[in-house]
């Protein structure tokens, strides 16, 4: 079998020794050494809570760690080998660790993970991000109990969210999954989520990993593998969500692993979201997800100025991507003064649209085209920002409904983007 | 009298007819020669175009940025140039070819330094299309960096690049035809030097903030400046 | 018969429990007798165990199965004369098979002559070898032990008008240990037979001896010393007796128990073997690891008692709560078999007849440290019937062969003391002994040759134990050594074929050789030794250097 050459001969030791499990637990790290002590403990309070009579693993993928993450992971398994512990379980917790890079890449941890899945037979699987320091004991039971015990194959988490928190994903991911995919999953690029064995040994034969190996993103992905493969998705309340650091350099990998992503799939997957129209709600479990609304801070003058530069700078990258009707449309709007500037719904749609459509036909590199979406983001943030300042909650929930709306609306103008000069 | 100019005539149709009737078959080889060529380089010409359609030459041509560059210049799309621009050279080839056998020796020699000249005039060419695909991308790809990490005169950079690459890609291509080299090689030395040069003098003194925000952000781990923000995309 | 090499013979023993009247009938009547038992010693003898350990057969109201003794010393009629013990007592001696009895210390029948006149006034003589009360809120902290069926540790005495302590059931009155005439009159009793040949008494209940307010009443140091007297005078009248202990507590709790080799000889280690259950089910080896790492070290004379079952049901007292829903669920998903925080069902059928679990639990009992007793009937794979009431759904007539009455008894089937099994899976024509003795590799031929195979070595009756970690959780592997000799056991706790890497290191160059068949296994290297095995499957390595 192809994924006995792909773990190590050390790792698959390690899962002859676990033999079978019933829930699997991924965490993929690289240098995490700082936060990934208390997720675990946190994990293991949720298994011993929620699972104490089931067979658990802990898989950690490691990326190429330098501070003593995997050793960090592994002191945490619970056996009779040391019987110190103080921890009271029913039975083993195993918590293995493999070395998968010497860098840290997404696509291979997650492949690991869903190898090793299959490999123990695992019937509910998750996956937890290293950074989730928020993260409770809760979280845990409200992913793998959708899987376990009622059968879905797809838990997707919904949180409590800064409204400022995840833009991306509000302004163009979830609305654009939405209104192509017809699913309203809020957290479309999703940091932890749950699947089932059904579900992960599919996307580990179909996935074409030799054309991505190490590609960031796979997890929306497999998100979108679960919708377009008729699964079973349910979103599960976890908690309250604290944004995580991230500097201004960081958008263009993030672009590059969301939105680059999805327009690929848009690609592949054409045969099923050209046919769809409209969208449904997915069942959704626990608490309905808030927003929260403290203040953050946040320098609109640098996103509308980066907006403008780019539109100015990128002129000629622009001709190629936009219609010139929409590129006129940028132009204008760039010239406005801070207090007029609004980058509207409908605009920001079409643009997003046509860079879609671009993408696909590759009417220059597509990096290039990932990366000349920056600065138009950032001016769309500026104007959701500014529209949403002082909005309560329910507000701006209604605005973000609206921009989905809007994204449902123009969907025709996308395929006839889509289809036009092939 | 008349006896003389009608010899010395009949000599001269007579040296004609001579000369007619040596030529002759080879003046019919030729165009034989010719009309073939013509053919064979209309054959490849069509080969070529269906093959350049299904490898989407194209999309290629289009990414060096060589269509913008012809249809600015008003002449046809990049495929079509290259199937005729192989179909005259074919047929030149034949052209010559069919003159050679004619038996001018003047041009026989040129017509075997045209055939020693082609791989070079191809190597060159080929050269030159991937130059500008190269440059293309790379000055679209410094100009999308710089625009994304704010940093000032973007288009200048990118020109600046796209420039650089140029450069050297020309003086290869001109080394590789023979024409001018060390002239060239010089020029593109000298003026790749003074470049570089200029650049150090104003990344050193003229863009010391800058270098050292640069360095900051590789390799030391900073608090957040004071113009970043708490927002995280996803 | 009563000598021996080191007087530790119990070590080395291999213990069958019955009840005479379960066991088998000489006289017709229904109830098995002394006399049948002694004519059924030479099975127990080709079987191999070394000792019996009989259940109560002194006269009783028979109204907690023998446990609630109306005369100390005597035999209750239905099984026979004093006389016929001394027959079995003596014809076992002959065949090297040893007898140990129980001692009911801790209470009496209510129908016993003692309490009768202790209660006939408040000023009778005998009034204080019982514990009384004019309320029943003394001892406060006291855990009731039969909570199905028991309120209160006090019962109410219409004849002299007052409350009696009674730990276990209201019939079985405590006797009052801090009355000198009690504890002179129990040794009194325990003289009496010891002086006929006996070779050791089961305790039965001791933590209970003593009360005192304000404590649990379990395991004073009171209780211990009184203890500690019988053992002194038992080692200066009577060495070479043993002295088994039945106390429900935890390992630490256990521990005072065995004195400074001063007070029990033996006592059972009852939180190791819902372990055993636990661990198999789970196929985790871990329960059982972590049990045996917290039971403390024990003086070089003494040893611990293992067992599967018994005569009661499959106690879940010394288990978190964790652990005993999970054994409710797994084991006693009828709520029937459920009993005072136990289940009471036999061996078989608690492992679903799976022959492969059985050999795993009784090679496991064979080779962990200790003396292991085997419940009779257990050897066969006989079933339990769950419609008799209590804990006698496992104590039905002992099944012999497939014709009348399953050859336990000539009386007609309606007086038998309890009905035989006779469902098509454990009934008596599918399981008994004639059958299994005909049958190359019935369960009985098993367990002869696994007993056999035990009485190869001292190692596993006097060696220390030493656990081995393999990663693989599904291997419970350990060392038993004595002196030069080094058994390697290896347990596989799952239901599926597994592989395993040992750490054998330290026995670089040995030889392994199964002690089943004699067989050669490869020579221990640097490389961890790889071992596959079968579902359930046990291996017993002797390790020689050659």
Not at chain 3, 302 to 329: A, G, K, P
Not at chain 3, 380 to 390: A, E, Q, R, V
Request: neutral net charge; proline residues 5%; contains cysteine.
């Amino acid at each position: 079998m192809e994924d006995g050459d792909f773990l190590a001969d050390d790792f698959l030791r390690q899962l002859i020794d676990v033999g079978e499990a019933d829930i699997l637990v991924g965490l993929p790290t690289h240098n995490n050494a700082r936060s990934v002590g208390a997720i675990v403990h946190t994990i293991r309070d949720g298994i011993l809570r929620g699972f104490p009579r089931e067979r658990t693993v802990i898989i950690n993928a490691d990326g190429g760690s330098r501070d003593g993450t995997p050793e960090l992971i592994t002191s945490l398994s619970i056996s009779d080998m040391r019987p110190a512990s103080n921890v009271y379980a029913l039975r083993t917790l195993h918590a293995i660790s493999t070395k998968y890079a010497s860098t840290p890449q997404s696509g291979v941890a997650l492949r690991t993970i869903l190898a090793a899945a299959e490999l123990l037979r695992a019937k509910a699987c998750i996956v937890i991000s290293p950074e989730s320091e928020g993260i409770t004991s809760e979280w845990i039971s409200s992913l793998i109990r959708p899987v376990y015990y009622e059968g879905f194959d797809l838990v997707s988490p919904t949180y409590h969210r800064h409204k400022f928190d995840g833009l991306l994903t509000t302004n163009l991911l979830y609305p654009m999954v939405r209104a192509l995919y017809g699913a309203r999953i809020r957290e479309a690029y999703m940091s932890e989520f749950g699947f089932s064995a059904r579900l992960g040994s599919q996307f580990l034969d179909r996935n074409q990993w030799s054309d991505e190996t190490g590609e960031n993103g796979t997890e929306l992905r497999l998100m979108l593998a679960a919708v377009t493969g008729g699964f079973r998705i349910c979103q599960s309340f976890l908690g309250k969500k604290d944004p995580v650091e991230r500097r201004a350099a960081d958008l263009v990998p993030t672009l590059r692993q969301s939105v680059g992503v999805l327009f690929s799939a848009l690609e592949s997957d054409f045969d099923v979201w050209s046919t769809i129209s409209g969208s449904k709600e997915v069942p959704t479990t626990g608490k309905d997800p808030e927003l929260l609304l403290e203040p953050l801070r946040v320098n609109r003058k640098r996103l509308r100025e980066m907006f403008v530069k780019g539109v100015s700078e990128l002129g000629s990258v622009f001709q190629s991507i936009l219609s010139p009707s929409t590129l006129a449309e940028l132009n204008r709007i760039a010239g406005l003064g801070e207090e007029e500037f609004r980058y509207p719904a409908e605009l920001w749609v079409r643009t997003v649209y046509e860079f879609a459509a671009a993408h696909q036909k590759s009417v220059i590199n597509r990096d290039h085209i990932i990366q000349s979406l920056a600065p138009l983001f950032r001016g769309r943030v500026f104007t959701f920002i500014v529209e949403n300042r002082s909005s309560s909650a329910n507000d701006v929930a209604k605005n973000i409904e609206g921009l989905c709306l809007e994204f449902e609306r123009l969907k025709p103008h996308l395929l006839e983007v889509w289809k036009s000069k092939e | 009298m008349r006896e003389m100019i009608i010899s010395e005539l009949s000599q001269a149709v007579h040296d004609l007819a001579r000369g007619f009737a040596h030529y002759l078959p080879r003046l019919i080889v030729m165009l034989v020669i010719v009309f073939a060529g013509w053919l064979i380089a209309y054959v490849i010409k069509v080969i070529l175009r269906s093959i350049l359609r299904l490898a989407k030459f194209d999309r290629l041509a289009e990414n060096a940025g060589a269509s913008q560059l012809l249809s600015k210049a008003a002449l046809p799309s990049a495929m079509e140039m290259l199937s005729r621009f192989v179909f005259w050279l074919t047929w030149l080839g034949f052209l010559l070819l069919g003159v050679s056998v004619l038996g001018i020796l003047g041009l026989q020699e040129q017509t075997a330094r045209f055939f020693l000249f082609l791989p070079r005039l191809f190597a060159a060419v080929l050269i030159l299309f991937f130059g500008l695909l190269a440059a293309g991308f790379s000055a679209r790809a410094a100009l999308l960096a710089a625009v994304n990490a704010n940093i000032p005169s973007p288009r200048l950079l990118s020109l600046a690049v796209r420039s650089i690459i140029m450069v050297f890609v020309l003086s290869v291509v001109f080394e590789e035809l023979g024409l001018a080299e060390q002239t060239m090689l010089v020029a593109f030395g000298i003026a790749f030097g003074a470049l570089m040069l200029g650049l150090a003098i104003a990344f050193g003194i003229g863009g010391r903030d800058l270098a050292r925000r640069f360095l900051e952000e590789k390799f030391v781990r900073v608090k957040k400046e004071k113009d970043e923000d708490e927002l995280s995309p996803l | 018969m009563n000598s021996n090499k080191d007087g530790l013979w119990y070590k080395d023993a291999i213990i069958y429990q019955v009840h005479v009247r379960t066991f088998h009938d000489s006289n017709g009547d229904g109830i098995g007798d002394f006399l049948g038992l002694e004519q059924k010693l030479d099975y127990l003898e080709e079987l191999g165990i070394s000792a019996i350990w009989l259940m109560p057969f002194a006269p009783s109201p028979l109204r907690d199965d023998g446990y609630d003794i109306a005369d100390y010393n005597s035999v209750h009629p239905s099984y026979g004369t004093l006389e016929h013990f001394r027959k079995v007592l003596d014809s076992a001696h002959q065949r090297g098979i040893r007898v140990i009895i129980e001692m009911v210390l801790n209470h009496t029948s209510d129908q016993h002559p003692w309490f009768q006149e202790a209660r006939s006034s408040q000023n009778n003589p005998r009034r204080d070898w019982y514990v009384w009360s004019d309320t029943d809120t003394r001892y406060n902290d006291t855990r009731i032990i039969f909570l199905d069926t028991e309120k209160s540790n006090w019962a109410w005495d219409p004849t002299s008008k007052s409350f009696y302590w009674h730990r276990f059931f209201s019939h079985q009155p405590d006797l009052n240990y801090d009355n000198p005439a009690v504890r002179e009159q129990m040794w009194d009793v325990m003289k009496f037979w010891l002086e006929m040949g006996v070779d050791g008494f089961r305790l039965d209940a001791v933590p209970y001896l003593v009360e005192r307010e304000g404590t649990t009443c379990e395991n004073l140091q009171e209780t211990h010393n009184i203890l500690k007297e019988f053992r002194r005078k038992l080692d200066q009248h009577f060495p070479g007796r043993m002295l088994l202990a039945e106390a429900n507590q935890w390992p630490a709790d256990l521990r005072p128990y065995f004195g400074d080799s001063d007070e029990f000889h033996m006592a059972f280690h009852f939180p190791l073997m819902p372990r055993m259950f636990m661990g198999l089910k789970l196929e985790d080896r871990k329960p059982i690891t972590e049990i045996l790492q917290q039971t403390p070290e024990i003086p070089p004379s003494c040893q611990w008692s293992l067992f599967l079952r018994n005569h009661d049901e499959l106690t879940l007292e010394m288990v978190t709560d964790i652990e005993r829903d999970y054994m409710y669920d797994m084991y006693a998903q009828d709520r029937t078999m459920r009993l005072n925080l136990g289940i009471r069902r036999r061996l078989a059928p608690l492992l679903n007849n799976d022959r492969r679990r059985i050999e795993l639990m009784n090679a496991m009992l064979m080779s962990l440290p200790g003396t292991p007793i085997i419940y009779y009937g257990d050897e066969i794979g006989m079933g339990d019937n769950i419609s008799l009431g209590d804990r006698n759904g496992v104590r039905t007539p002992m099944q012999w062969s497939g014709g009348w009455n399953a050859g336990f008894s000539t009386a007609d089937p309606e007086k038998l003391y309890a009905p035989i099994i006779h469902d098509p899976v454990y009934g008596y024509p599918a399981v008994n002994v004639v059958a299994q003795r005909e049958s190359e590799h019935s369960l009985f031929h098993w367990m002869r040759r696994l007993i056999a195979v035990r009485k190869s070595s001292a190692v596993f009756g006097r060696g220390s134990i030493e656990f081995l970690y393999p990663a693989n959780h599904r291997i419970l592997a350990y060392w038993r050594r004595l002196g030069n000799e080094t058994i390697l056991i290896v347990n596989n706790l799952s239901s599926a074929a597994q592989a395993v890497e040992l750490d054998l290191g330290r026995y670089k160059g040995n030889v392994l050789i199964e002690m089943f068949g004699n067989n050669l296994f490869p020579r221990v290297r640097d490389l961890p030794y790889l071992l596959t095995l079968g579902p359930y499957q046990a291996y017993w390595f002797r390790l020689r250097r050659v």
